[in-house]
């Protein structure tokens, strides 16, 4: 980790990359395009800071094959993992030999991490326990995503997805341990339906889930300064959250305790021995 202006202030003390814990993924291209000019930027200032790079909606796919692995290598040169998102919940729609070469071109651009979502489609748990495997047996890091809402994804509107209705709390958390006892790496938790796109938040459905999954084993999408904000003041600066790529330093000043709203400036801290 490189040193820092100011070092003489005081931060909150930060694990040194890899972490287990206050993980941040960001966002890549998806509302804005993202080359390496403008990756390299992000990482050469905030790296530090960065555990891992998300691609959205498929995005990669539209790109230049060559542009998507410069991208993943500038990426490892900060000791950033790169993530697929949720495509393959596209991919499937396209059968299993799709699949399998989905798999193999990730490992081929070099991609650390398949996200294995479901928030569009129906799919039995052995299934998806399958594709986990799968992905493991690829030498990649399988990151399935569960979430209590159905539909979940594409910005969906807050009455669409009410219509839909909501899956139990338990049911997402039986599936996390079959995943984390298969040996996933992260579970990452479906924004809407509890901070996303309703008409209230549904903080009991968080609260259940750290306390049946814990802290370091679950990640939660956060891209909106209003919901980071709330995660770090109910569950400290150790918690793992994915945002945008331009709220990084935001949230980096929450988990630092340097700067904040009014709720929660001076308040964030850590102690260690």
Request: some cysteine.
């Given at each position: 980790?490189?040193?820092?202006?100011?070092?003489?202030?005081?931060?909150?003390?930060?694990?040194?990359?890899?972490?287990?814990?206050?993980?941040?993924?960001?966002?890549?291209p998806?509302?804005?395009?993202?080359?390496?000019?403008?990756?390299?930027?992000?990482?050469e200032?905030m790296?530090?800071?960065?555990?891992?790079?998300?691609?959205?909606?498929?995005?990669?796919?539209?790109?230049?094959?060559?542009?998507?692995?410069?991208?993943?290598?500038?990426?490892?040169?900060?000791?950033?993992?790169?993530?697929?998102?949720?495509?393959?919940?596209?991919?499937l729609?396209?059968?299993?030999?799709?699949?399998?070469?989905?798999?193999?071109?990730?490992?081929?651009?070099?991609?650390d991490?398949?996200?294995?979502?479901?928030?569009?489609?129906?799919?039995?748990?052995?299934?998806?326990?399958?594709?986990?495997?799968?992905?493991?047996?690829?030498?990649?890091?399988?990151?399935?995503?569960?979430?209590?809402?159905?539909?979940?994804?594409?910005?969906?509107?807050?009455?669409?997805?009410?219509?839909?209705?909501?899956?139990?709390?338990?049911?997402?958390?039986?599936?996390?341990r079959?995943?984390?006892?298969?040996?996933?790496?992260?579970?990452?938790?479906?924004?809407?339906?509890?901070?996303?796109?309703v008409?209230?938040?549904?903080?009991?459905?968080?609260?259940?889930?750290?306390?049946?999954?814990?802290?370091?084993k679950?990640?939660?999408?956060?891209?909106?300064?209003?919901?980071?904000?709330?995660?770090?003041?109910?569950?400290?600066?150790?918690?793992?959250?994915?945002?945008?790529?331009?709220?990084?330093?935001?949230?980096e000043?929450?988990?630092?305790?340097?700067?904040?709203?009014?709720?929660?400036?001076?308040?964030?801290?850590?102690?260690?021995?």
């Amino acid at each position: 980790m490189s040193e820092r202006a100011f070092a003489f202030l005081r931060t909150n003390e930060r694990q040194i990359k890899p972490r287990t814990r206050g993980i941040t993924e960001i966002r890549g291209p998806y509302y804005t395009p993202m080359g390496k000019r403008y990756l390299e930027d992000i990482l050469e200032t905030m790296g530090n800071y960065v555990d891992s790079l998300k691609y959205a909606g498929g995005s990669f796919s539209l790109m230049p094959r060559q542009a998507v692995k410069d991208l993943n290598e500038l990426a490892h040169h900060h000791n950033v993992l790169v993530s697929t998102g949720g495509f393959i919940e596209y991919v499937l729609t396209q059968g299993p030999q799709a699949v399998a070469q989905y798999i193999q071109e990730c490992k081929d651009l070099g991609f650390d991490i398949i996200e294995i979502s479901s928030g569009f489609i129906t799919i039995p748990t052995d299934d998806w326990m399958r594709l986990v495997e799968k992905v493991q047996k690829a030498g990649l890091k399988a990151k399935p995503e569960v979430g209590i809402q159905f539909g979940a994804g594409g910005a969906t509107s807050a009455a669409e997805l009410e219509a839909e209705g909501t899956r139990d709390v338990e049911w997402a958390v039986q599936h996390a341990r079959r995943f984390l006892d298969a040996g996933a790496y992260l579970i990452m938790i479906e924004s809407e339906g509890i901070t996303e796109n309703v008409k209230r938040w549904r903080t009991d459905a968080v609260a259940k889930i750290i306390s049946a999954l814990g802290l370091e084993k679950v990640m939660f999408e956060a891209a909106d300064p209003e919901v980071f904000g709330w995660y770090i003041k109910n569950y400290g600066p150790e918690v793992n959250l994915f945002v945008d790529h331009s709220q990084i330093v935001q949230l980096e000043c929450l988990r630092s305790g340097i700067w904040g709203t009014k709720s929660v400036w001076g308040r964030v801290l850590t102690y260690k021995e």
